[in-house]
Nanobody, 125 residues
Framework: QVQLVESGGGLVQAGGSLRLSCAASGRTVSGYTVGWFRQAPGKEREFVATIRWSGGSTYYADFVKGRFTIFRDYAKSTVYLQMNSLKPEDTAVYYC??????????????????WGQGTQVTVSS
């Protein structure tokens, strides 16, 4: 079983940046498709970005294109979400999740098998 650990959340002013990290405890995220999702209070969990480990293909939600970048570090077996030009509406708990690379691309939300506990991102206006 893969246990995912997110880190890097915090409080930032609008226009600022944060970098979130996603690593696995006990195993590695290498080889998986890794996605980032977020959930704001009272809202459903929504897709943000995903990356296929092999080949590095990426896919983004429209509302983060040009602001967020997902990338992987082979040496650290870690996936990052670089978030720039943050807006108050980006405030949410951010989760990373893994999907088997054999799934269709990009995987749907329910095709992700393992999820982290989340990290809070708060953007003040």
């Amino acid at each position: 079983q893969v246990q995912l650990v997110e880190s890097g959340g915090g409080l930032v002013q609008a226009g600022g940046s944060l970098r979130l990290s996603c690593a696995a405890s006990g195993r590695t995220v290498s080889g998986y498709t890794v996605g980032w999702f977020r959930q704001a209070p009272g809202k459903e969990r929504e897709f943000v970005a995903t990356i296929r480990w092999s080949g590095g293909s990426t896919y983004y939600a429209d509302f983060v294109k040009g602001r967020f970048t997902i990338f992987r570090d082979y040496a650290k077996s870690t996936v990052y979400l670089q978030m720039n030009s943050l807006k108050p509406e980006d405030t949410a708990v951010y989760y990373c999740a893994t999907a088997d690379p054999s799934k269709a691309w990009p995987p749907g939300k329910y095709e992700y098998d393992y999820w982290g506990q989340g990290t809070q991102v708060t953007v003040s206006s």
